[in-house]
C-alpha cells in the first residue's frame, strides 16, 4: 500500500439515529489503527420531511443526523464506491431483510458489476432491529449477498471478541433498539462495533499493501 491511508468508507442508512450510533463505534474501531483513512457517508431517507415534522422528537434526531451527516444521493455514493479499499454497510431491520434506500444503491451498481470495480475489496455488514431475533441475522446475510456477486471479500466478527456472546454475531455487529427504536447502545455493543472496524482496517491494511 505505499504510505498511503488504507481507504475504508462507512456506508449506512439510518431512519432513528441507531444505525448513526453502530457507524460511529465502527468508524473508532478502525481508527485506532495508524494509516487508516475513514469516510462516513450516509443514505438519504425515503420518508417525507412532513411525515417526520409531525413528530418532534423524530424531528429532532433527524436534524441532529443531517447536522453531523447529510445525506448523499444513491447515485453519487455508487459513483464513489470503487474508490475505497474497504466499504462496511450499514442498515436497520426491515422484515428480516435490509432497508429499501440500501437495496435501492445495490440495484443501482450494475455498471459497476460489469466492470468488477468492487472485485477484491473488503466487505462487512452492521444492522439492528427492535428485538431479540427481530431479524438481525437475516439481514445481515441479505446484505452480503450483494457483495458476494461483485466479488468483494467479506469479514465478519470472530468469536475471539469475548463480547459477541452478548451482542452480535460473527455476519456482523447488531443491536436491538427496543420496540420504540430509543434504546441506548450499551458496552457491548460498542465493543462488538469497534472490533469489526479495527478488523476489518487490520486486514484492508495487509491485503493492499505492496
Known amino acids: 500500500m505505499s504510505d498511503r491511508p488504507a ?5 449506512f ?30 443514505i438519504a431517507d425515503d420518508v417525507p420531511t412532513e411525515i417526520i415534522s409531525q413528530n418532534p422528537e423524530w424531528s ?10 447529510p445525506t448523499s444521493s444513491i447515485d453519487d455514493l455508487v459513483k464513489i464506491l470503487p474508490n475505497y479499499d474497504a466499504i462496511i454497510f450499514g442498515s436497520p431491520t426491515r422484515f428480516g431483510n435490509m432497508a429499501a434506500p440500501l437495496k435501492a444503491l445495490w440495484d443501482r451498481t450494475s455498471k459497476l458489476w460489469m466492470d468488477g470495480a468492487l472485485v477484491g475489496k473488503l466487505g462487512s455488514v452492521f444492522t439492528g432491529a427492535a428485538s431479540v431475533h427481530g431479524g438481525q441475522e437475516t439481514t445481515a446475510i441479505s446484505m452480503m449477498f450483494p457483495m458476494l456477486h461483485h466479488g468483494m471479500i467479506i469479514v465478519g466478527v470472530p468469536y475471539s471478541v469475548p463480547e459477541l456472546s452478548e451482542s452480535g454475531s460473527p455476519y456482523g455487529p447488531s443491536r436491538i433498539v427496543g420496540p420504540m427504536a430509543n434504546k441506548q447502545i ?25
Do not use: P
Not at 429532532?60 to 451527516?69: G, I, S
Not at 450499551?186 to 493492499?208: E, Y
Open 7 to 11: 481507504k475504508i468508507l462507512v456506508l
Open 13 to 42: 442508512y439510518s431512519r432513528y439515529g441507531n444505525t448513526v450510533k453502530m457507524a460511529e463505534e465502527i468508524a473508532y474501531g478502525a481508527k485506532e489503527l495508524s494509516n487508516v483513512s475513514v469516510t462516513l457517508r450516509r
Open 60 to 69: 429532532k434526531v433527524v436534524e441532529d443526523m443531517n447536522n453531523r451527516f
Open 186 to 210: 450499551d458496552d457491548a455493543d460498542i465493543k462488538v462495533a469497534r472490533a469489526l472496524g479495527k478488523r476489518v482496517a487490520q486486514l484492508t491494511q495487509k491485503l493492499f499493501k505492496d
